[in-house]
Nanobody
């Protein structure tokens, strides 16, 4: 049974940093691209960043470029999202997601078949 468990969310001030982790189990982690999405109240879930298998390529939404870094540790079955220079508009629930077998990174949430429960990130001004 595939499980994705996020951790590391919290309440921070604008300009602070935060690192999210997503621990995966029940799958052969090295076979899958992974991604982070986020969702704010009243908004659709949006792509934040993605990483291909073996870290061979990373992709970012425009809002994340230059501030966020996605990384993976295949030995620990974990994907990370390092978030720097946080802004109030980054406030959202952040979800990690597994791409479908054989798929790469896409910004379409429907292309991902497993999701974590989400981690709340709140950035105060």
């Amino acid at each position: 049974q595939v499980q994705l468990v996020e951790s590391g969310g919290g309440l921070v001030q604008a300009g602070d940093s935060l690192r999210l982790s997503c621990a995966a189990s029940g799958l052969t982690f090295t076979l899958y691209a992974m991604a982070w999405f986020r969702q704010s109240p009243g908004k659709e879930r949006e792509f934040v960043a993605g990483i291909r298998r073996s870290g061979r390529g990373t992709y970012y939404a425009d809002s994340a470029k230059g501030r966020f870094t996605i990384a993976r540790d295949d030995a620990k079955n974990t994907v990370y999202l390092q978030m720097n220079s946080l802004k109030p508009e980054d406030t959202a629930v952040y979800y990690c997601a597994r791409a479908r077998p054989g798929d790469g990174i896409t910004q379409t949430s429907g292309k991902y078949d497993y999701w974590g429960q989400g981690a709340q990130v709140t950035v105060s001004s």
